[in-house]
């Protein structure tokens, strides 16, 4: 299998693996896969929708509660000063994370989807008018399309799809094509939720930069897989959510470059976001803050955080080697059983299999599945216009991270094999 375009090359997947990977000791770290679901041992490959927790993010977020619960920045006691401080070192954690800037760039929000929202109410309300163009691509989830959708209706400007090829791969030379001096903005993820394909998304940037367009990365499906740096990408704004990179739900990032992030207007009122007010008129707060209205999420940032420092803890190039191997094998697997159809086959991909099987439902399939202990994803993954391409109801998603094994491969198509005996 090719590797990633975009992250560091690794050796020989097998060496890395057996070399600088223990995937028995990841495991250990994550309380919830000791357990069995229906009377076996739960093997959980649904991490496309949330990865689960290590017992060092657990921790953090129980000790927040347990010894500094108090609101963050204006406090004037201890209990504020230390939630104050791990709340911000949490945004310095971020922003080396993915090599911002400054911690200014480092947003606050409830996850992916309103990091879009935010820009697209924002930035697109502010900026975009009648003949506007913003491109998306065919394999977006809902909340890369509908955002644009509301703001387009508002402002007269016009949303338009990027083509993706039968293999899942976005066609570049058709989005070079599509830019013209009308395209204000280009709003398309690094990786596909419902695919597993990774866009060349550096290229689509100096493409679109050429041509005077903005460009946002929704980082959901990318941020867990590999090292992000956005100023090497050049994007003007990336987003991701905690929950898909170990850490707890409820807590997502926004990136801007600054000046756009200065120029752009309040997402919503009240709290932190505000520096005087008045009845004849109120001024703003400094970034970060003018986009954090009310009171945060301050354990979800301070879990975030933790999250942060677990997997800087981990040999990465040897965890993207382990979750290579496991898509190469389970590509190889799925191709031995009769009537399965692989969607999306893209070359360069993280490590998510899609498929059908065919004269079977994708959710009988799943139900089948978790009898067996088998935690898998079925639908149309808030990507219904590309499952609409491929004349498909929905998927089954099998999505693979650090702390899969290749018995959990083994135990997937074991369950499949008994699912197709039952259902057909």
């Known amino acids: 299998m090719q590797l990633k375009k975009g992250v560091p090359e690794v050796g020989d997947n097998t060496t890395a693996v057996a070399g600088g990977f223990d995937v028995e000791r990841v495991r250990a770290d994550f309380p919830i896969l000791q357990q069995q679901i229906n009377g076996h041992p739960l093997v959980y490959l649904d991490n496309a929708a949330t990865t689960q927790k290590p017992r060092a993010v657990i921790d953090a977020i129980s000790d927040y509660y347990c010894y500094d619960n108090s609101n963050v920045h204006r406090g004037a006691h201890t209990l504020s000063d230390r939630a104050t401080a791990k709340f911000e070192a949490a945004r310095q954690k971020v922003a080396d994370f993915v090599n911002a800037e400054t911690p200014a760039q480092v947003i606050w929000t409830r996850g992916t989807t309103e990091a879009i929202n935010l820009v697209a109410a924002s930035w697109g309300g502010a900026n975009l008018k009648a003949g506007d163009r913003v491109l998306v691509s065919a394999m977006e989830h809902h909340s890369n ?3 644009w959708q509301l703001v387009a209706e508002k402002t007269g400007a016009q ?7 039968e293999s899942g791969t976005l066609d570049l030379k058709a989005f ?3 830019l013209d001096h009308r395209v204000r903005l280009v709003s398309v993820n690094h990786v596909s939720n419902a695919l597993g394909t990774i866009n060349p998304v550096a290229e689509m940037i100096a493409l679109a930069h050429d041509a005077g367009a903005l460009v946002l990365v929704d980082g959901a499906q990318a941020i867990g897989h590999w090292a992000v740096d956005v100023q090497a990408l050049g994007c003007d704004f990336y987003t991701f959510s ?7 739900t409820g807590i997502g990032v926004l990136y801007g470059r600054r000046e756009l992030l200065d120029a752009m207007p309040p997402y919503q009122g009240g709290g ?3 520096e005087t007010v008045s009845f004849t008129g109120t001024t703003y707060n400094q970034l970060p803050y003018k986009f954090e209205a009310g009171t945060p999420d301050i354990a979800g940032v301070i879990g975030l955080g933790a999250a942060i420092d677990y997997i800087n803890a981990l040999d990465r190039r040897a965890a993207a080697a382990h979750e290579d191997a496991l898509l190469a094998y389970a590509r190889d697997r799925a191709l031995q059983v009769p009537g399965l159809r692989l969607i999306g086959t893209a070359t360069n991909k993280v490590a998510v299999l899609s498929f059908v099987l065919e004269g079977v439902h994708p959710s ?3 139900m089948l599945m978790d009898q067996q ?9 808030c990507a219904q216009p590309l499952m ?3 004349q498909v109801p929905g998927t089954v998603r099998a999505s693979f991270t650090i702390y899969n094994t290749f018995e959990d491969v083994d135990r997937l198509f074991a369950a499949l094999d008994k699912a197709r005996g039952m259902l057909l």
């Open 176 to 178: 070079a094509l599509m």
């Open 159 to 165: 949303v338009d799809v990027i083509p993706v090829d």
């Open 242 to 248: 905690g929950h898909k990179l170990f850490g707890p």
């Open 373 to 381: 202990g088998i935690a898998v994803r079925t639908g149309h993954h």
């Open 364 to 366: 009988d399939l799943g």
């Open 388 to 390: 609409d391409q491929y």
């Open 272 to 274: 932190e976001m505000i």
């Open 145 to 147: 399309i509908v955002p």
